[in-house]
């Protein structure tokens, strides 16, 4: 038992500097310098675009999963308005590729655990650091293509408008 309360104490530590390190990191990314549509951030084929994602049930669990962004003011945060802006979307996208990189630099990371906590547990913890940080990966990679379809949608409607001189038409099936 004690062994496992030194493990779990020296787990914390690293826990709460790989946090600390992983946000300052994050928030220092230039969004300007992200390009959605290219590697690491463009869908593989395999993904289909996230609907592999699907057969996990992604869907269903990824908003019962803690989101740093409800809990620290300064984080861009990770729902839409009711009527968004291409601008808005396309930042959700760049935040939502931020967040992906951030995990996978917290999964590598992870082998630095064994570093400090010898033996079982040093093990065992690492297997579930890296293990952890992977759903937050997998829901990144799930909403980016679909917001990256809304952006474009976005973006179209928001053209169409700037050419028609930026009056809204009115839908002919009104009902007055």
């Not at 064994?114 to 952890?132: N, R």
Request: glycine share 6%.
């Amino acid at each position: 038992m004690r062994d496992f309360l030194s493990a779990f104490i020296q787990l914390l530590i690293f826990v709460c500097i790989t946090g600390l390190v992983s946000n300052i990191v994050g928030y220092l990314v230039p969004r300007d310098q992200i390009n959605i549509n290219a590697f690491p951030y463009a869908s593989f084929a395999w993904e289909k675009d996230g609907d592999v994602y699907r057969s996990i049930r992604v869907n269903k669990w990824k908003k019962k999963l803690p989101d740093m962004s409800k809990h620290l003011a300064f984080l861009y945060p990770k729902q839409l308005t009711f009527h968004p802006t291409s601008e808005q979307v396309e930042r959700l996208i760049k935040e939502s590729c931020v967040a992906e990189f951030v995990h996978i630099m917290l999964i590598a990371a992870g082998p630095l655990i064994s570093c400090f906590i010898d033996g079982f547990w040093g093990d065992a913890f690492t297997f579930m650091y890296m293990l952890g940080n992977m759903p937050f990966v997998i829901i990144q990679r799930y909403n980016r293509p679909t917001l990256k379809t809304l952006y474009i949608q976005l973006m179209e409607r928001e053209s169409k408008l700037r050419e028609s001189g930026g009056k809204k038409r009115e839908s002919a099936d009104i009902v007055m």
